[in-house]
């Protein structure tokens, strides 16, 4: 049975993490074993738990307790629960709580690229996309439409940052990612993937065409909000892909375009 408390002392530092912590403070990159994240709704911490992340505390709303969070807490024997009611926890921690329920936990020790990519056929490389929102979104996709991991750059904005991990509904716990160690994209050929850079060049090749559906492992790269690949970036890639568009819209969001391009060129779609 979980260790119920009421929440009577802002103060308390065991409601640190919760309040008074940023996301980069809870990442901790000079103790990474010590590193920690916040997951947001009992869709997202189900999500967690069965990827048996190992949870810390759990700040929820008082009416949850019996509630939709009740199958949750059994499965945290041990674990602190700190409870309030509504008004108190938006005020405790500045913003309001999707479902009513936050749980801190533990991050695991980040996997190698070669070893996530082994046996896989179809992954996404993020280049420097920094909202945590497109994150989640893209991640989301790729678990949906059949690729099957996600490498990121040094300069994305971390999967297991709250928001990332609550767009993307939880499948940040259900796909395999990493980060990659550099921006350079010889690791991932030197591992036998043909390289797809998705923007707008004269020279693109249309994300139907069969000659990528036909490609035994590929790795589609998708660039930063805004301004998206470098030049450099897409003229060491052996494809530049588009999706044609229709009454002048030039571009979509690296959310949608990845739904698009993934339902196309994602394993389950061939």
Known sequence: MSDIIEITDFSDSRLDVYARLTEAQLLNKEFPEKGMFIAESPKVITRALDAEYEPVSVLMETR???????PILERMSGVPVFCAEFDILTQLTGFKLTRG?????????????????????????????????????????????GMDAVLLTPGCSDPLYRRAARVSMGTVFQIEWTFLSDDSLDEI????FKTAAMALEDNSVSVEDPKLLREEKLAVIMGTEGDGLSDQTIKNCDYTVKIPMCNGVDSLNVAAASAVAFYRLGNKRQ
Not at 64 to 70: L, N, Q, R
């Open 101 to 145: 329920m936050l749980c801190a936990m533990r991050r695991k020790p980040l996997q190698n690229v070669k070893d996530i990519c082994k046996d896989k056929s179809r992954i996404v490389i993020l280049d420097k996309v920094m909202n945590p929102a497109n994150v989640g979104a893209v991640i989301r996709s790729a678990a949906a439409l």
């Open 189 to 192: 050929k030197a591992l036998g």
């Open 64 to 70: 949850h307790i019996d509630g939709e969070g009740k």
